[in-house]
């Protein structure tokens, strides 16, 4: 059952002399109980389509469903206010109330809000939630003088302790420091599903979209790229776009000779190489594409011969330590190709490699300039269309 | 240290006091059947001249010992053009106006505006016709806008100006000072023709460098303070009498007009407002309003306008004429105040 | 939608009673301008062709625009340094200055008015005489009747409302925007010219902008002392404050819109800024402030800057009343003087301004519940009601300083009748009440904007996105939030109302005398003694009860920001007693929260 359903929504923002499209007909259906994950660089829209879920913003077209209710409709002038949708939001900035403590920051809502409850009642949901994200004894702390950790986790309690329908959270840990931002997301994303809690998740930050969504929608320019599991975005993107922003990927240029849906052949400057077309367009003789590998999967020679098909040779560049491994940078027919691997040893210099790149671990994809006209028509005609979890 | 202001004061309110009691006794029948009803109405609210508390007390004082009464009387002040209007239109919407009589110099606009009663004040109360201002008011002192007054710090009694054109000799550049109002010029051409008063206003704004002052009041105190010599415009008898260093040269036309009071259209105190009107022409009247505020009329033996205009050429600017020519000949000199040069077209 | 409360509309309504109440007195002034002899119901253009027949209009109109900008000049030489001591710099005396600003509030206007004249004046100045040189010895030393010293008087004047409104845009700006030019090396001079400055631009230029106007209307100075040439403002004066000879309303208002038009032009600008200053709003993030730099060797200089305005606007004045005060009629000092020195002005004083004081409370409490709650209303609707049209209300607020107060008083009175049968207000202080918190709305939108522009939209999102009303969050989030721009106006409201003039004395009925009346009437009467005896006592009143109220509603500073917190009654009970303990033993240092 989608708790969570957008159709065709647009939104128009007017510069003093030109326009800007922040969204360009998005279609949407997130499932209950979904970790749902949009993704992209600053501008691609993803915040705007959250504040239009929202309602902090208006669409002009479109429509939008939450929990069965039409909250927005630009065909019926339908515009359902922020503070009557089933909804709650964790800021960027954590927005919470400067001038009240952390008990008031979470009761107010529910004191004011959609359901007004009983005094007791607050009481006894303000100390559940707290206590939920480890906060218990902190209620009567004014919230300024609070950590960031600490204040984004009143903001997420202020948002819990509402039980939305829908959840939405606006880069809620960007501002904060690293090693707090890979805790609290495995911890946040564990907290969603236990709560079976709906949430929609924005965040420019692939890595952390890897690993808490259950479903990841790729934005560009205001349009879906691609919509997918996280595994699939990560080994089958659709596009280079895609390819290049999630992760770490080699990417050349390349012409298609020929292939179907089990394998493709493309022309490439190491001569022809055989991968998956990952794109969901049906490419012909001749056509410009593009082949990635992502570095990880790159075998490279050393105690086991390598053989098959996709076999280079080429020249090592540099060998870069980064805590988990190497990175070894290998000159090829003048391209650079990255490899990672988490041997402790590094290759020197100079020595001479041979490279392998799995066929099943080759993709090719549409190459960017193709991406406004083909794949954002696409839209979401081929996989992730409606893919229930 | 002097208590004389208040010395003066407390006697001449004393004497006030007395005056009234021994003339209580020639009240018109007319006038002392009106007591009970004006004490049944207790209050009333005369609007005209602006006073302090202790003048306000003083009139009170010197009302209620005239009759024997305690009755509150409100004396107030402000823009008389401001007032008729907020009175006219008042009235017209049925709206209190909360005054009982306009104390004014010109009731052309409240006429017109249908805001006063008319009275006989001459023949229901056996007063002089001379007293009557047009069939509405009652004549309570004589309005001498167009005083001059003097520092006698400044100016030597030898070099005091005798006349009006003395106020343009060349030694009173830069030191005489007047109010903004056109009001004194209205006075003027009535005394020195319309054109004459012109040019002397013009000569004195441009070749006498004379400064215009807000109120009538800062040329008075801008003059005993000793910032400007001379003042046009303006009396200081309330001040002559409290010690200030000032005088009245003796120029040798008094020209003068007159104040009246003026029965508002719905007063609630009606009666207040007739005995009132009686009572300041009255000696103990007059003596009241001139400790509070040197008014009085030239007739009044003990005033000291009385004593001023003895042996000078006294021109009195008639009613009627007023009525004809204010409206207009305010404007054209508040243009001239303004700095018009020419007559357009 | 159902309609089970009015909710947010409340707000609405108040702004737009506030609207209302403003388009009275600025319609007022149009419609009048197009009346004859005042009589409203009749249409004509006479106003206007008397008005461009006067030969000077255009030399009177530039001088007008002439002393608005001076005026500016002046406030802003002063109020832009101070704004500065106080909210970025350790200047010792930041608490003594800001009690400074305030007290100057309850000194009026006209006071310092007379006590310049009686110093400065070309022929019998003190300070002229005292060196030999006045304007019959050979040329006067100082001469105050000057254009130039109009503006520098009115300048100095204006100083604390102008330092009120420029300090929420000080302290609120983010240090990390100019540490970010520090640690890329940019000295600190430059960092001020190239990132605070400009940052602060449109609140200064906006503080400008609505001094301008109020300059071109202010009265005391150029009717008391007056320089060679007319402005405007003395020719509304004129029309309207006559005592004998016929009204001229209509003259007046064709020149108040004159003066609008002057004004029109500078709120177009004031518009523009608005709209930019919106961007200037921190964006997300929280804001911090700098912290407080070291003043070292300027230090000298800020003593010299302060002490001179003290002199110069306190000082001054304050022994010029005093003086006035004990001598029965305006005198310099002398022997003779000396001798007629009396205290007798004060207990007289004291008779008398028993029923004047009581007003002026009400006349103060009207006003500033009045202009506060409109004003809060209409800052909501212009910076976080998301409304397009909003920012139109916004420059209508603007407008009114530049309707003279005499036709707003006019204006009041006329309204007080058409409504009387509903609301009797007519000849009441309450009707005055409302006139003059309508004349202050314009200083409250001012500082109130300024602040709410500085609180992060995504606060009442939040609000919003939780399922709190739009109303709740007005009085939830927003105004506690507001909370130290609303005292702060409220504080320069009751000032102003307390010290009025022109308002009270332009709509007494004689049942609505207050303690400003009370010292014109006086005044008027030759009690000059009397009159500055009261004038004192009010000064000092009004000066204690500005002192005491920063005390009394518990502001306190944390962390550069102003906030209140949610007061328990035994927190304000606390506070008072602490308040009262710090009285009986001044050198105990009074217990603050978190930090100062």
């Known amino acids: 059952m989608a708790i969570l359903e957008t159709r065709k929504l647009e939104a128009k923002f007017q510069l003093r002399d030109s326009v800007v499209h922040a969204l360009r007909g998005i279609d949407l259906y997130i499932e209950e109980g979904e970790f749902f994950v949009l993704l992209g660089p600053s501008g691609c829209g993803k915040t705007t389509m959250l504040r239009s879920i929202a309602g902090l913003e208006r669409p002009s ?231 990635g590998i992502r570095p990880e999967d790159v075998e490279i020679d050393g105690s086991a011969a390598i053989d098959g098909p996709n076999l280079l040779e080429g020249t090592v560049i540099s060998s870069d330590y980064v805590g988990e491994g190497f990175v070894h940078t290998v000159a090829v027919a003048g391209e650079s190709i990255r490899i990672k691997r988490h041997h402790k040893e590094a290759i020197s210099t100079g020595d001479t490699v041979r490279l392998r790149f799995p066929p099943s671990q080759t993709v090719v994809v549409t190459p960017a300039e193709h991406l406004i006209s083909e794949d954002l028509e696409g839209g979401l005609a081929g996989e992730g269309a409606s893919r229930a979890g | ?167 343009l000799k060349p030694e009173w550049k830069g030191k005489i000072a007047m109010p903004r109002s056109p009001s004194p010029w209205i006075y003027f051409s009535y005394a020195f023709g319309e054109k004459k008063a012109e040019k002397y206003l013009q000569t004195l704004l441009k070749q006498q460098d004379v400064k215009t002052l807000p109120r009538y009041p800062d040329v008075r105190s801008r003059v005993i303070g000793g910032e400007y010599a001379i003042g046009l415009g303006t009396d200081a008898w309330a001040e002559i009498r409290k010690g200030a260093p000032v005088k009245h040269p003796n120029i040798d036309m008094v020209i003068l007009a007159a104040r009246g009071a003026y029965i508002v259209k719905d007063s609630k105190s009606p009666n207040i407002a007739k005995l009132w009107g009686f009572w300041v022409v009255s000696p103990s009247g007059q003596k009241t309003i001139h400790n509070v505020r040197g008014y009085s009329l030239i007739s009044t033996k003990s005033g000291d306008m009385y004593k001023y205009v003895q042996g000078k050429k006294v021109v009195d600017v008639p009613y009627d004429w007023r009525m004809q020519n204010e409206a207009r000949l305010s404007k054209k000199f508040r243009s001239v105040l303004r700095g018009k040069k020419k007559k357009k077209k | 939608m159902q309609g089970r409360s009015f909710g947010i509309g409340w707000v609405y309504l108040l702004a737009g009673i506030g609207l209302f109440l403003v388009c009275i007195s600025v319609f007022g002034n149009v419609i009048t301008s197009f009346s004859e002899e005042g009589d409203v119901d009749k249409f004509s253009l006479a106003n206007y062709y008397e008005l461009f027949d006067q030969d000077t209009l255009g030399s009177v109109t530039g001088r007008t625009i002439l002393l608005g900008f001076g005026t500016v000049f002046w406030m802003f030489l002063f109020s832009f340094p101070f704004a500065w001591l106080l909210a970025r710099t350790d200047f010792r005396f930041r608490t003594g200055l800001f009690s400074l600003l305030t007290a100057k509030l309850a000194i009026p206007g006209f006071i310092t008015a007379m006590s310049y004249v009686w110093l400065f004046n070309p022929t019998s100045g003190l300070v002229n005489q005292f060196f030999g040189m006045t304007k019959f010895n050979g040329g006067a030393l100082f001469d105050v009747y000057q254009l130039g010293w109009i503006c520098f008087l009115q300048g100095i004047v204006l100083v604390p409302g102008g330092v009120f409104m420029m300090l929420p845009a000080f302290r609120n700006l983010d240090a990390s925007l100019e540490e970010a030019a520090w640690v890329s090396g940019v000295s600190k001079a430059h960092t001020i010219r190239r990132i605070v400055l400009p940052l602060l631009g449109p609140s200064m230029v906006a503080v400008s902008i609505f001094y301008f106007v109020i300059g071109v209307e202010m009265f005391d100075f150029v009717a008391i002392i007056g320089m060679p040439g007319d402005v405007l403002v003395m020719w509304i004066y004129d029309a309207i404050a006559e005592s004998d000879g016929p009204p001229n309303l209509g003259f007046a208002g064709a020149a108040g819109v004159v003066l609008f038009a002057i004004c029109g032009g500078a709120i177009v600008f004031y518009a523009r800024f608005l709209r930019q200053a919106k961007k200037y709003a921190v964006v997300g993030g929280k804001v911090r402030a700098t912290a407080p730099q070291p003043l070292g060797e300027l230090r000298w200089a800020a003593y010299g800057c302060v002490g001179f305005w003290l002199v110069a606007t306190i000082i001054v004045p304050v022994i010029t009343i005093i003086w006035v005060a004990l001598v029965p009629f305006f005198q310099p000092p002398s022997i003779a003087a000396l001798e007629s020195v009396s205290l007798s002005s004060f207990s007289d004083a004291l008779e008398w301004i028993g029923e004047p004081l009581k007003n002026t409370l009400i006349l103060m409490v009207g006003s500033v519940v009045i202009a506060a709650s409109l004003a809060t209303s209409i800052t909501w609707l212009v910076t976080r009601s998301q409304n397009g049209m909003a920012h139109w209300a916004d420059s209508i607020v603007f407008l009114a300083p530049a309707v003279p107060t005499i036709v707003t008083g006019v204006a009041f009175q006329f309204l007080g009748i058409a409504i009387f049968h509903w609301l009797p207000l007519f000849g009441t202080i309450w009707l005055v009440a409302i006139a003059m918190g309508t004349r202050m709305l314009a200083y409250c939108t001012r500082t109130m904007n300024a602040t709410s522009l500085q609180i992060q939209f995504e606060l009442d999102e939040a609000a919003y996105a939780s399922g709190v009303s739009k109303l709740d969050t007005f009085r939830r989030i927003f105004l506690p939030l507001m909370a130290p721009a609303i005292f702060y106006s409220a504080l320069m409201v009751g000032m102003l109302a307390a010290r009025d003039l022109t308002l009270p004395l332009v709509m007494n009925t004689g049942n609505s005398e207050v303690v400003a009346t009370l010292i014109f009437n006086l005044q008027t009467n030759g009690e000059q003694n009397a009159a500055a005896a009261v004038a004192l006592y009010m000064i000092v009143v009004l000066v204690l009860l500005a002192l005491f109220a920063r005390r009394i509603t518990g502001m306190q500073e944390i962390r550069g920001a102003e906030i209140v917190r949610r007061r328990s009654f035994r927190d304000w009970l606390s506070q008072l007693k602490n308040t009262a303990a710090s009285i009986a033993n001044p050198s105990r240092k009074q217990k603050h929260g978190y930090g100062e």
């Open chain 1, 61 to 291: 077209a479109g429509a939008i469903r939450i929990d069965g209710e039409l909250v927005f409709d630009s065909s019926s002038h339908l515009f359902v206010p922020p503070n009557k949708r089933p909804i709650a939001m964790v800021f960027q900035s954590y927005a919470i109330w400067p001038h009240m403590n952390v008990f008031e920051n979470i009761a107010f809502p529910l004191r004011r809000g959609r359901v007004r409850m009983a005094e007791n009642d607050v009481r006894t949901r303000v100390s559940e939630v707290l206590e939920m994200l480890g906060m218990g004894d902190m209620s009567d702390r004014p919230v300024i003088t609070l950590s960031g950790g600490q204040q984004q986790r009143v903001a997420l309690a202020r948002a819990l302790a509402l039980r939305p329908r829908v959840l939405l959270m606006d880069e809620p840990l960007s501002n904060l420091d690293l090693k707090l931002q890979i805790r609290l997301r495995a911890q946040m994303r564990d907290l969603m599903h236990e709560l079976r809690l709906t949430t929609v998740h924005v965040t420019h930050n692939q890595a952390e979209a890897l690993e808490t969504g259950d479903r990841i929608a790729v934005m560009e320019q205001g349009k879906i790229v691609q919509l997918d599991a996280p595994q699939t975005i990560y080994h089958r993107p659709a596009n280079e776009f895609v390819a290049r922003f999630l992760g770490d990927m080699n990417i050349f240029s390349s012409r298609f000779q020929s292939g179907n849906s089990d394998g493709v052949t493309v022309e490439t400057s190491f001569g022809a190489l055989v991968g998956q077309s990952t794109s969901s367009r049906t490419f012909a003789a001749g056509d410009n594409c593009m082949l």
């Open chain 2, 1 to 167: 240290m002097k208590y004389i202001t208040h010395t003066a004061l407390a006697l001449s309110g004393a004497l006030a006091m007395l005056a009234s009691t021994s003339f209580a006794a020639d009240m018109p029948a007319s006038v002392k059947k009106l007591i009970s009803a004006a004490v049944k109405e207790g209050e009333a609210t005369v609007f005209g001249t602006t006073m302090n508390p202790r003048q306000v007390k003083m009139m009170n004082t010197g009302f209620n010992a005239y009759y024997g009464t305690k009755i509150k009387l409100n004396q107030i002040g402000g823009r008389h053009t401001r007032k008729r209007v907020e009175v006219i239109r008042a009235l017209k919407n049925n709206v209190p106006t909360g005054l009982d009589l306009f104390w004014t110099s010109s009731p052309r606009a409240l006429i017109k505006g249908n805001a006063i009663t008319k009275f006989n004040w001459s023949k229901e109360f056996g007063l002089p016709k001379s007293l009557m201002q047009g069939e509405y008011g009652i004549k309570t002192h004589d309005s001498y806008l167009t005083m001059v007054t003097i520092n006698t710090n400044l100016v030597k009694a030898s070099d005091a100006p005798a006349s009006y054109d003395d106020l």
